[in-house]
């Protein structure tokens, strides 16, 4: 049986082993515990009950319990309600179980019981991996199919591993398991895929699930080049990210992608996104694509940017009076001055008597308008254009209305109609 754990960096670490009492990953668990002196490691077991199955998977669960205390090895038992998940977030069944797995992995970890776990993934799985991916509609990632190591957390030494030599493995050290009978269900898409499809495969390409182990060996390389390109040209900062352009499509399309799930885009996404935003670096600055998720993308200058739109119009409007207020997490200051104690030009000053009955303090609508200082009335946004504020900062940018009318922006201008004159006695400092 092959077991690769290059690059894994294993040597005096606890690795805890994935064991859902399946053959596969009893298979794993028998080579690490009586390999683990000379690998230099310490052997434990997570166990994860899915309530999936009813008292069949609990019986499983108690199998490797059982198996665990005859061994004296660690065990560390999860259990979590897959089929509940799946419901709440609208996943298959499949999709639910692996997150939640997955997230009892990392917290085996986070919580110091272990520094690695190992699963019991082999090439065959691979060979499945791919070929769903590739159905279901993939890129370069989904080609490299499983991963050997997973975020320096999960490992997997099996990889290179056939099914075949791992049955051989079990039969040889008469080594026991349990079976799980969902396996042979062919109303699961992946196990549609190892029952119906990849025998099929087999019968004229005995070798298949190697030769597309070495494929994905290729595509992992190659995905994780234009991945290492694209952190390069990709800026993360509270509520948006910037991608920096011109670049090269394949890496633009990669950066795309993390920008949109970094503002919660975890599934949504496909190529027509990535490729619509791409083409925004051919357009000018200004330039908007509305993408799924609320998600806005931007050309501004020499960057596209994307962020969260804010959905609620009427957020953050409050009444204009005296004092401290917060906008989006910051804290602005309104202050009452006489004209005689302050110099204009050391701030923003509105004239008290010009803010009528009704003023509120809100972020931008459509149509609103702003006259600027010494005259000429134009739309909010294009004065925010020729100011180059760029767009996911304009909603944030608190400003003081009269109903369309824009009396102020704070920070940055105040409108014509609302400046100090020879009658003006009091003035609103602005900071």
Known sequence: MTIDFSGMHIDGRVIAVALSGGSDSMALFHYMTNNAEALKIKVAAINVEHGIRGEESVRDSEFVEKYCSEKNIPLFSY????????????????????????????????????????????????????LFNIFRGTGLKGVAGIRKNYRDIIIRPLLKTRKEEIDEYVKKFNIPYVTDKTNFDSDYTRNFLRLKIIPLIKEIFPEADKAVSRLTELAEEDDLYIENQAKKIINFAEGRAEISIPADKPVFGRAAVMAMKSLGMEKDWEKIHT??????????????????????????YDKIVFYKNIENSDLCEIPFKEGNFEFFGKTYRITRVSIKDINLKDGLYIDCDKIKSGAVIRRKKEGDVFTKFGGGTKLLSDFFTDKKIPRFKRDKIPLIANGKEILAVFGLAISDKAKADKNTKYLFKLN
Do not use: M, W
């Open 275 to 300: 490729d619509d935003a791409y083409n925004l670096s051919f357009n000018n600055t200004g330039k908007i694509i509305n993408l799924p998720c609320g998600i806005t993308a931007v050309k501004e």
């Open 79 to 130: 259990k979590i309600n897959a089929p509940d998940f799946a419901e709440k977030n609208k996943l298959s069944l499949e999709q639910a179980a692996r997150i939640l797995r997955y997230r009892c992995f990392f917290d085996a970890v986070k919580d110091g019981k272990c520094n690695l776990v190992a699963t019991a993934h082999h090439a065959s799985d691979n060979l499945e991996s791919v």
